[in-house]
T-cell receptor, first 115, second 111 residues
Framework: GAVVSQHPSRVICKSGTSVKIECRSL??????MFWYRQFPKQSLMLMAT?????????EQGVEKDKFLINHASLTLSTLTVTSAHPEDSSFYIC???????????FGPGTRLLVL | GEDVEQSLFLSVREGDSSVINCTYT??????LYWYKQEPGAGLQLLTY?????DMKQDQRLTVLLNKKDKHLSLRIADTQTGDSAIYFC???????????FGKGTRLSVIA
């Protein structure tokens, strides 16, 4: 089946620094990638949708200047959390889909801890 | 918007069957999914069912779909302690729209 990887799997950073999370589709071309955030003991919340080569579409309440998303190629999307604060600590999960598939494949997630 | 509802908790004894239920509102769902999340880990796709099916069986897992009532269930036979996790129901309208997730059902298996 399709494989989506995320890197890093865990990251700890100081408050005020920026963190970049990568999401890669390893064996298929992902025209669309989604970024989700999961708070403890809650379901996933969609943050943004990114289509290759165009600007990401952010969900209401998600600050686009704080959560920078780049989908520069058909196999890679990045999420950069800028000037991270402790309240940004969360589990970030990406998913990817291609136009040829009727499903999405999820990455394993990145756990971010901001001290 | 679309909504997916699940009960939050379920507790069963080891060896019994578990049934996790889910309701959804999207009448145009194409696929419905069950994901498992173990503590500290990402989501693992357990199984999915296409919307024109009413049942799918995969080893210990049985998925039942009542499209008329927009009700989905996941039955785990012979539940084991390793099945303790949070189970998310999700529905998909198309491959290029995000999944809509329920809040997850925490399954606790008592030895």
């Amino acid at each position: 089946g399709a494989v989506v990887s995320q890197h890093p799997s865990r990251v700890i950073c100081k408050s005020g620094t920026s963190v970049k999370i990568e999401c890669r589709s390893l064996d298929f071309q992902a025209t669309t990638m989604f970024w989700y955030r999961q708070f403890p003991k809650q379901s996933l919340m969609l943050m943004a949708t990114s289509n290759e080569g165009s600007k990401a579409t952010y969900e209401q309440g998600v600050e686009k200047d704080k959560f920078l998303i780049n989908h520069a190629s058909l196999t890679l999307s990045t999420l950069t959390v800028t000037s991270a604060h402790p309240e940004d600590s969360s589990f970030y999960i990406c998913s990817a889909s291609s136009s040829a598939r009727e499903t999405q494949y999820f990455g394993p997630g990145t756990r971010l801890l901001v001290l | 918007g679309e909504d997916v509802e699940q009960s939050l908790f379920l507790s069963v004894r080891e060896g019994d069957s578990s049934v996790i239920n889910c309701t959804y509102t999207d009448s145009s769902s194409t696929y419905l999914y069950w994901y498992k999340q173990e503590p500290g880990a990402g989501l693992q796709l357990l199984t999915y069912i296409f919307s024109n099916m009413d049942m799918k069986q995969d080893q210990r897992l049985t998925v039942l779909l009542n499209k008329k009532d927009k009700h989905l269930s996941l039955r785990i036979a012979d539940t084991q302690t390793g099945d303790s996790a949070i189970y998310f129901c999700a529905d998909l309208n198309s491959g290029n729209t995000p999944l809509v997730f329920g809040k997850g059902t925490r399954l606790s298996v008592i030895a």
